[in-house]
């Protein structure tokens, strides 16, 4: 009996003592039981590699060269335009289409496109695909007719208009111009592309998009508009409308960064006289300008500026007459913008 009496007065003992610990221990208020650790930052709370990964992204690898569309570029580049690809991707490069949500995929327009040379490969929901001599083999083009329909759908997205009828492209080995890599017959509904056997197929699908951006402004304003429209309008907005691959590929992650690329790597900011410097650096400025055009002035005015285009000259469009401004200040505004 004593034994029991002994032991349970040692477990008194020590809940005595333990409820005194407690006691003198002080509680956090509320409100500082619903703060955050003061020590948990953001990236502390990921995983090693996971907050290694963020840290880099939020520091992009600019270059300081000027890519030319007929060359293999040299930077890592994304096979293909994702399935999982977020839409906000592709209004990410542009301040003035917000909306985000994924169109639904183009009706298949029955038929066949224009007839090109060479032989018919494959065929998607709006495009014929074409194969000449000593170009890309047969089995590559129609192994990539998916992605040609794909980056399609992603510049009709990226620009807001629909291509309304069918198309073809074709591929050949001799351009009609030396370093002409692609040409847009929009009266004809054509596109030619100019490759040898051993060169890159993911230049030519960008090469691909910028054409059919041609089309695509062809569908908008119209083929009397497009004939005349001033080249820097021209070109830059099909550049401009294949954004989404013409940028990664130039390690960039929107027109004005690009335009800085340029000024940084000694391109001159001369829009009239951009050609100059090469095909490709014109094209990239002329991009940036319509990039800055758009989100200064909005797609309104900037669809009547295209439309005023009196012919093929740069700085044909009616500047003064549309947005107030001359050419020249406009491209003043525009450099300042870039030196921002």
Same mark, same amino acid.
């Given at each position: 009996?004593? +034994?029991?009496?002994?032991?349970?007065?040692?477990?008194?003992?020590?809940?005595?003592?333990?409820?005194?610990? @407690?006691?003198?221990?002080?509680? +956090?208020?509320?409100?500082?039981?619903?703060?955050?650790?003061?020590?948990?930052?953001?990236?502390?709370?990921?995983?090693?590699?996971?907050?290694?990964?963020?840290?880099?992204?939020?520091?992009?690898?600019?270059?300081?060269?000027?890519?030319?569309?007929?060359?293999?570029?040299?930077?890592?580049?994304?096979?293909?335009?994702?399935?999982?690809?977020?839409?906000?991707?592709?209004?990410?490069?542009?301040?003035?289409?917000?909306?985000?949500?994924?169109?639904?995929?183009?009706?298949?327009?029955?038929?066949?496109?224009?007839?090109?040379?060479?032989?018919?490969?494959?065929?998607?929901?709006? @495009?014929?695909?074409?194969?000449?001599?000593?170009?890309?083999?047969?089995?590559?083009?129609?192994?990539?007719?998916?992605?040609?329909? +794909?980056?399609?759908?992603?510049?009709?997205? =990226?620009?807001?208009?629909?291509?309304?009828?069918?198309?073809?492209?074709?591929?050949?080995?001799?351009?009609?111009?030396?370093?002409?890599?692609?040409?847009?017959?929009?009266?004809?509904?054509?596109?030619?592309?100019?490759?040898?056997?051993?060169?890159?197929?993911?230049?030519?699908?960008?090469?691909?998009?910028?054409?059919?951006?041609?089309?695509?402004?062809?569908?908008? =304003?119209?083929?009397?508009?497009?004939?005349?429209?001033?080249? @820097?309008?021209?070109?830059?907005?099909?550049?401009?409308?294949?954004?989404?691959?013409?940028?990664?590929?130039?390690?960039?992650?929107?027109?004005?960064?690009?335009?800085?690329?340029?000024?940084?790597?000694?391109?001159?900011?001369?829009?009239?006289?951009?050609?100059?410097?090469?095909?490709?650096?014109?094209?990239?400025?002329?991009?940036?300008?319509?990039?800055?055009?758009?989100?200064?002035?909005?797609?309104?005015?900037?669809?009547?500026?295209?439309?005023?285009?009196?012919?093929?000259?740069?700085?044909?469009?009616? =500047?003064?007459?549309?947005?107030?401004?001359?050419?020249?200040?406009?491209?003043?505004?525009?450099?300042?913008?870039?030196?921002?």
């Amino acid at each position: 009996m004593q +034994r029991i009496f002994s032991r349970a007065l040692a477990l008194l003992i020590c809940a005595v003592m333990f409820a005194g610990l @407690i006691a003198a221990r002080p509680l +956090r208020t509320p409100n500082e039981r619903s703060q955050p650790l003061a020590s948990a930052s953001p990236l502390s709370l990921l995983p090693a590699a996971g907050a290694q990964k963020l840290a880099s992204n939020s520091q992009p690898s600019l270059s300081k060269t000027a890519p030319a569309v007929g060359r293999a570029n040299e930077l890592e580049q994304p096979d293909d335009l994702r399935a999982d690809l977020p839409a906000e991707r592709f209004h990410a490069l542009s301040a003035t289409q917000p909306s985000v949500v994924a169109k639904p995929v183009p009706a298949m327009i029955a038929g066949n496109g224009p007839w090109m040379r060479g032989q018919l490969v494959a065929q998607t929901q709006r @495009i014929d695909l074409y194969v000449g001599k000593s170009s890309f083999s047969s089995d590559q083009i129609a192994e990539l007719a998916p992605k040609f329909e +794909r980056v399609l759908r992603a510049a009709e997205d =990226y620009f807001g208009t629909t291509l309304q009828h069918r198309i073809s492209i074709g591929f050949y080995s001799r351009p009609p111009k030396r370093g002409v890599r692609g040409m847009a017959y929009t009266d004809e509904g054509r596109v030619e592309l100019y490759y040898r056997p051993d060169e890159e197929t993911s230049r030519a699908v960008t090469v691909a998009m910028h054409e059919m951006g041609h089309h695509l402004e062809a569908q908008r =304003y119209g083929e009397a508009a497009q004939r005349r429209a001033d080249t @820097i309008l021209h070109e830059g907005l099909a550049t401009w409308i294949a954004s989404i691959r013409w940028l990664d590929q130039c390690g960039a992650t929107s027109w004005r960064q690009r335009g800085q690329q340029l000024r940084d790597s000694g391109i001159p900011l001369r829009l009239l006289t951009a050609e100059r410097s090469g095909a490709d650096n014109a094209y990239e400025l002329w991009a940036s300008f319509v990039d800055y055009l758009v989100r200064q002035y909005g797609w309104k005015k900037f669809n009547a500026l295209y439309a005023s285009g009196s012919g093929r000259a740069p700085g044909s469009s009616n =500047y003064q007459g549309v947005l107030g401004k001359s050419l020249a200040d406009v491209s003043d505004d525009w450099r300042a913008w870039l030196g921002q």
